[in-house]
């Protein structure tokens, strides 16, 4: 919707117009005020079209996420760089279904912008591990599968992992 940029601009005329209300006696409005620059502040940090994709992907709706995701003009100057991150993961899961080579290069571009949580973490090397063992590239898939398994802490992705260390052994 606004520019990372804008979001701080806002944000910081906002404060100004809070301390103010705060200085006429206005309580009220300027705590209003303050908790409005703390929408704007979460906003930069959590990109509302990331968390409309995240809500839509969670319903299974592939379409509807792509669509939320592709209203993101330029994630390189709109985004920061965890945002950068998610954004690759959403698009590596979306294209995970239909081209394996632009899911690959998605996930590792997530990889190197960075991903807040472990699980996240794991379940982009989990992919990519399953990517390498559709190209038959078995030393590969073995080491994400591990670092997969070490990230996954509360065991989420334990069948996964057991599954596809499973038909590595048959590669």
Known sequence: MFNKNLKIVVAILIFGWAIYQFIEGNIGNGISLILLVGIFIFLYFRNEFILLAFLKMRKQDFEG???WLDKIKNPEAALIQKQQGYYNYIKGIINSQRNLTVAEKHFKL???LGLTMDYDI??????LAGIAMQKRRKREATTLLNQAKKLDKQNMLTDQIKMMQQQLKRI
């Open 122 to 127: 794991a379940m982009t090397k989990l992919s």
């Open 110 to 112: 997530a990889l190197k």
């Open 65 to 67: 996420t792509e669509k």
